[in-house]
């Protein structure tokens, strides 16, 4: 496209709703044609986001009353459940990224098994692009539907795709170990989510192989390794706003993990390996659309550790949205998500 695209963003009043204003403000080829929330209907955008007050955007409203008939891109950044059902009704013409779980997974009987409800619309699944950005390239441009992945199942796809696609760590000896943000659990209010609940602490959940996201995992690694792969995954909440730290420790040769990961992101704009014995941050991250990989050894040989980290609001949601939103619409990658990392 050479003339700028008109954007529709459902779910403006979340998080990552408010990430994708952020991120398309900057944009020179995106228009903010319409922006609903349902709870929050006929309210400035100022109000529910003061800090995008200074931005000129539609007033929030729901989603029937949008008119799709001018609209290029629809950003679903709705909760699970809901896109599958208003993706079917859309008109052919526009373009979908859903930042949601909604079409993730490629089955719908491992999609009902892990979010415990029947796929609304498995007639238009197979239709649906993993959104991986860096690894689904070339499908994800001639996509019409791009489903976006989980931010904590990206942050360790980035740490050991390359090393399963390759070879040089045992897939059966794999264990992930999480710590990611109080945002990556949503704008709702929940109990366990006051200030007083999580300030100071840090909590292990959906332990036990319970994690939706290993849904995901288990799609994406047995496709690489040609059988059947499941990995060991604890997730833990720490008292930070956002960003994502995998630590994965692997069965393999150190050099050769390191050796491979900085092949593997080489040409990568937006993925960073870092020299080997370097471990990354959360606060390296913080804000941008960037992935830092480290990679160590340990005092018995054999074994290996890498860590990646992202933010997961852009690169693990809004960021990855817009970068596969611009391949879509054939615009450069990297257009709008450009910003280096906030610090401190």
Same mark, same amino acid.
């Given at each position: 496209?050479?003339?700028?695209?008109?954007?529709?963003?459902?779910?403006? @009043?979340?998080?990552?709703?408010?990430?994708?204003?952020?991120?398309?403000?900057?944009?020179?080829?995106?228009?903010?044609?319409?922006?609903?929330?349902?709870?929050?209907?006929?309210?400035?955008?100022?109000?529910?986001?003061?800090?995008?007050?200074?931005?000129?955007?539609?007033?929030?409203?729901?989603?029937?009353?949008?008119?799709?008939?001018?609209?290029?891109?629809?950003?679903? &950044?709705?909760?699970?459940?809901?896109?599958?059902?208003?993706?079917?009704?859309?008109?052919? @013409?526009?373009?979908?990224?859903?930042?949601? #779980?909604?079409?993730?997974?490629?089955?719908?009987?491992?999609?009902?098994?892990?979010?415990?409800?029947?796929?609304?619309?498995?007639?238009?699944?197979?239709?649906?692009?993993?959104?991986?950005?860096?690894?689904?390239?070339?499908?994800?441009?001639?996509?019409?539907?791009?489903?976006?992945?989980?931010?904590?199942?990206?942050?360790?796809?980035?740490?050991?795709?390359?090393?399963?696609?390759?070879?040089?760590?045992?897939?059966?000896?794999?264990?992930?170990?999480?710590?990611?943000?109080?945002?990556?659990?949503?704008?709702?209010?929940?109990?366990?989510?006051?200030?007083?609940?999580?300030?100071?602490?840090?909590?292990?959940? @959906?332990?036990?192989?319970?994690?939706?996201?290993?849904?995901?995992?288990?799609?994406?690694?047995?496709?690489? &390794?040609?059988?059947?792969?499941?990995?060991?995954?604890?997730?833990?909440?720490?008292?930070?706003?956002?960003?994502?730290? &995998?630590?994965?420790?692997?069965?393999?040769?150190?050099?050769?993990?390191?050796?491979?990961?900085?092949? @593997?992101? &080489?040409?990568?704009?937006?993925?960073?390996?870092?020299?080997?014995?370097?471990?990354?941050?959360?606060?390296?991250?913080?804000?941008?659309?960037?992935?830092?990989?480290?990679? #160590?050894?340990?005092?018995?040989?054999?074994?290996?550790?890498?860590?990646?980290?992202?933010?997961?609001?852009?690169?693990?949601?809004?960021?990855?949205?817009?970068?596969? #939103?611009?391949?879509?619409?054939?615009?450069?990658?990297?257009?709008?998500?450009?910003?280096?990392?906030?610090?401190?």
């Amino acid at each position: 496209m050479s003339k700028p695209a008109n954007i529709a963003i459902l779910g403006a @009043s979340g998080y990552t709703g408010a990430e994708l204003v952020r991120l398309i403000s900057t944009h020179p080829l995106m228009v903010i044609k319409a922006l609903s929330a349902e709870r929050k209907a006929g309210q400035q955008m100022a109000a529910v986001f003061p800090h995008l007050r200074h931005l000129d955007l539609p007033v929030l409203s729901k989603i029937d009353e949008i008119d799709f008939g001018g609209i290029d891109l629809v950003f679903c &950044a709705l909760p699970h459940g809901l896109s599958q059902a208003i993706v079917k009704e859309l008109p052919a @013409s526009v373009k979908v990224v859903d930042l949601g #779980a909604d079409f993730r997974l490629r089955d719908p009987k491992a999609y009902e098994k892990w979010y415990n409800r029947p796929h609304d619309a498995p007639e238009i699944q197979p239709n649906a692009v993993y959104g991986l950005t860096e690894f689904y390239r070339g499908q994800i441009k001639g996509a019409r539907l791009v489903a976006g992945t989980g931010c904590n199942a990206a942050t360790v796809q980035f740490a050991l795709r390359p090393l399963i696609s390759s070879g040089v760590i045992d897939v059966d000896q794999i264990v992930c170990d999480l710590k990611n943000g109080i945002s990556g659990a949503g704008r709702g209010l929940k109990e366990n989510m006051l200030y007083a609940e999580r300030s100071q602490d840090v909590m292990t959940y @959906s332990y036990g192989g319970k994690h939706r996201h290993l849904g995901e995992f288990d799609q994406e690694f047995s496709a690489l &390794a040609g059988r059947p792969v499941e990995i060991v995954f604890t997730p833990n909440l720490v008292p930070a706003n956002r960003g994502i730290l &995998a630590t994965c420790y692997l069965r393999g040769d150190a050099n050769e993990v390191h050796a491979c990961l900085e092949k @593997s992101y &080489a040409d990568e704009d937006f993925v960073i390996t870092l020299p080997f014995g370097e471990m990354p941050k959360m606060s390296d991250v913080q804000g941008s659309n960037y992935v830092h990989i480290g990679v #160590a050894g340990d005092r018995m040989p054999g074994r290996v550790m890498v860590v990646a980290t992202l933010d997961n609001l852009t690169k693990g949601s809004s960021g990855q949205a817009l970068q596969n #939103a611009n391949l879509m619409l054939g615009f450069d990658e990297m257009t709008g998500l450009k910003l280096a990392p906030v610090f401190p």
